[in-house]
């Protein structure tokens, strides 16, 4: 069963700290992978896009990387700053299968 | 929200009621989207349509409806056969129909969501 699973599910730190998120899918075979940043109570937007041949890839702050080998996908946030406070979503889709699979998402709050 | 506009932000419903959340977009894009998310769930596909006067089921399309009438509109109706149907219903689109959607780099748009809550 193709499966995308994030942690941790919440996250608490604080402002102008690091912080990682993890992804793990079992979704096969493999095509891409995004981030998305979902603001409370609004709808996600996006922060990457990574294919297979990606390992890793920058959005200002955000960096996404991606092993392809052990199904494994990380979002390194730096310096986190108040406004970095929403939920992560993972989202992996298989060639062929014309499906998106979402993620639970990880709910990052930044305190000051 | 890239150009993307739902209402009602927030909707009540009594039992036994149908309700339809609008969903407009301004994008040009030819595949739109209906996700329903819930507390501590991934989004959920309701139903997608890739080009006007046609569209397809997704995974929980039960109690549900839709038109795609004009490229910009993509309603969803939430029918009283919908048993459990308080949540948050997000709109979506992109270029891309979801076939290629998967396969590709496109993007899906997101609109500021509705949320529904049955009284």
């Known amino acids: 069963k193709n499966q995308v699973e994030q942690s941790p599910q919440s996250l608490i730190i604080l402002e102008g700290k690091n912080c990682t998120l993890q992804?793990?899918?079992?979704?096969?075979?493999?095509?891409?992978l995004r981030w998305y940043k979902q603001d409370t109570g609004r709808g996600p937007v996006s922060l990457t896009i990574m294919t297979f041949s990606e390992n890793t890839k920058s959005n200002g702050r955000y960096t996404a990387t991606l092993d392809a080998d052990t199904k494994q996908s990380s979002l390194h946030i730096t310096a986190s700053q108040l406004s970095d406070s929403a939920s992560y979503i993972c989202v992996v889709s298989g060639t062929g299968t014309y499906k998106y699979i979402f993620g639970t998402g990880t709910r990052l709050k930044v305190l000051a | 929200d890239g150009g993307i506009t739902q209402s009602p932000k927030y909707l009540f419903r009594k039992e036994g009621q149908n309700v339809t959340l609008s969903c407009e977009q301004n994008?040009?894009?030819?595949?739109m989207y209906w996700y329903r998310q819930d507390p501590g769930q991934g989004l959920r596909l309701i139903y997608y349509?890739?080009?006007?006067?046609?569209?397809q089921k997704g995974d929980i399309a039960e109690g549900y409806s839709v038109s795609r009438e004009k490229k910009e509109s993509f309603p969803l109706t939430v029918t009283s056969a919908q048993k459990n149907p308080t949540a948050f219903y997000l709109c979506a689109s992109s270029t891309l129909g979801l076939a290629r959607l998967a396969d590709s780099t496109d993007t899906q748009y997101f609109g500021p969501g509705t949320r529904l809550t049955v009284l």
């Open positions: 994008l040009n894009h030819d595949a």
């Open positions: 992804c793990n899918y079992t979704v096969s075979p493999f095509s891409n």
């Open positions: 349509s890739q080009i006007v006067n046609d569209f």
